[in-house]
């Protein structure tokens, strides 16, 4: 409540319209399908409808909470002050959304888009939301132990897909951060590559990228392992995506900037003639999204603070033959990093 009411005085706003359901959750821990906060100088209020009002009555001590109609649009502007700047997430709210709040507030009341002032408070963990994505971070490091633990070869790449998303939940993930990514052999050369029916079969390289959602917080991270020989060149690009994720380790700390993070660990794989075939940043925030500010790649300017969380995940991609990723799930410190994840980053082999 203290941060946001700093952003009102420091955007000289009498109020403040919270549509963006992820950052409704942020400032009430309340979860809902149609809900919208109104934050005052004095006070906030949850608005949703009679589908949720008795349920965030019992859960909400953040705000206040009051039932509307399903729109809220005409509940929410009634609370407004009669002339008011107030601040809107517009890069988040449609046109025709903008266009039906502009009508109900009138004429008194201008409407000032806020960009992502927002996201950017809720980019900064407290030590509870930090704790939160830990435990996030250590129920997707169980599950993917639990699943290597039945092996890979002879399996489709969806089957194991399907075991990461089962093992998740018996495990008590509400979700998916996003849809797992299972790639094997040649499949892997693609950052973002869909598991298919495809069986997994011997000395090849499996990279699996997934993530669990607990109590509203995401985590994030991959391995790649060998389900055999690994030839020279498999292991040759293992050994410098591992030293080049290192590299970006060391580099993130409070005050460094995305672009200063990413080139730390991009010149290690440029240097070995990889650098065409490391087409995305570095990073980017985890939080109550799988994908937050700030952002580390080459053209961010963005200047870390202590409280974010962030991935670095470095990889190299040779098309049509194999890909290689590690990624680690950090908070950012004054002087460094707090490693949220713990599963080994050695080339482990799986049968």
Not at 34 to 47: F, K
Not at 70 to 80: P, Q
Not at 116 to 135: F, H, N
Request: net charge negative; charged share 30%.
């Amino acid at each position: 409540m203290e941060r946001i009411q700093t952003l009102l005085a420091e955007r000289e706003l009498d109020a403040l319209l919270v549509t963006d359901l992820v950052n409704v959750r942020w400032l009430t821990g309340f979860p809902s399908s149609n809900a919208v906060v109104v934050v005052l100088p004095d006070r906030m209020v949850l608005l949703t409808d009679f589908r949720y009002v008795a349920g965030a009555r019992r859960a909400v001590r953040r705000a206040e909470v009051a039932e509307g109609k399903r729109d809220l649009v005409d509940d929410a502007v009634a609370l407004l002050p009669a002339r008011a700047r107030v601040g809107f997430e517009d890069q988040v709210m449609t046109v025709a959304a903008r266009a039906r709040w502009g009508d109900a507030a009138g004429e008194g009341r201008e409407l000032v888009g806020l960009g992502g002032d927002v996201e950017r408070l809720r980019a900064v963990k407290d030590p509870d939301e930090l704790a939160a994505i830990q435990a996030a971070v250590a129920l997707a490091d169980d599950t993917l132990l639990a699943v290597l633990e039945r092996g890979l070869v002879g399996k489709r790449e969806s089957e194991v897909a399907a075991l990461l998303q089962y093992e998740m939940r018996v495990r008590g993930a509400q979700r998916d951060s996003f849809p797992p990514i299972v790639a094997s052999g040649d499949r892997s050369d693609s950052p973002h590559s869909t598991p298919t029916d495809a069986v997994i079969e011997r000395d090849t390289l499996v990279l699996i990228d997934f993530g669990a959602e607990l109590d509203g917080f995401c985590s994030d991270g991959t391995r790649t392992f060998a389900t055999g020989d690994a030839d020279d060149e498999m292991r040759e690009v293992y050994e410098l995506v591992l030293r080049a994720q290192r590299a970006g380790l060391e580099a993130v700390r409070a005050g460094v900037t995305g672009r200063e993070a990413d080139a730390a660990a991009r010149t290690i794989i440029e240097a070995a003639g990889h650098g065409a075939h490391f087409g995305h940043g570095l990073g980017h925030g985890v939080g109550m999204k799988i994908h937050e500010e700030p952002r580390l790649t080459q053209r961010s300017d963005q200047v870390l603070e202590r409280g974010h969380v962030v991935s670095v995940e470095p990889g190299v991609y040779l098309e049509g033959r194999f890909g290689v990723r590690i990624e680690d799930l950090v908070a950012v410190t004054d002087d460094g990093i707090v490693n949220l994840s713990s599963s080994s980053k050695d080339l482990i082999v799986v049968d």
